[in-house]
Nanobody, 118 residues
Framework: QVQLVESGGGLVQPGGSLRLSCTTS????????MGWYRRAPGKERELVAQSSDGRITNYADSVKGRFTLSRDNAKNTASLSMSNLKPEDTAVYYC????????????WGQGTQVTVSS
């Protein structure tokens, strides 16, 4: 019913920049949190950045100073601006959202591939 759609992934060289976007359809409710996760090859899903109502945005230590999460609460959209990309940033990036009453993000997108390579 509720859908998140990611876009903006692709192949970039180390040190390059990329901007991912996430759009929402199928809901009339504001999410209480939105963010981005990623899953690198052979790795578990990890939190990249998350913005929660009433709280500041949290970033993974590995991306602090390089990634910026922007959230539009009214539109239920979120973007992730990434700079100074590193090969270790290579992963499938997933948009996530949390509905009221949930303790965890319970709405997910299909993912978009980001590959950082020379």
């Amino acid at each position: 019913q509720v859908q998140l759609v990611e876009s903006g992934g692709g192949l970039v060289q180390p040190g390059g920049s990329l901007r991912l976007s996430c759009t929402t359809s199928g809901t009339i409710f504001r999410f209480v949190a939105m963010g981005w996760y990623r899953r690198a090859p052979g790795k578990e899903r990890e939190l990249v950045a998350q913005s929660s109502d009433g709280r500041i945005t949290n970033y993974a230590d590995s991306v602090k100073g390089r990634f910026t999460l922007s959230r539009d609460n009214a539109k239920n959209t979120a973007s992730l601006s990434m700079s100074n990309l590193k090969p270790e940033d290579t992963a499938v990036y997933y948009c996530s959202a949390r509905r009221a009453g949930s303790l965890i993000d319970d709405v997910w997108g299909q993912g978009t591939q980001v590959t950082v390579s020379s």
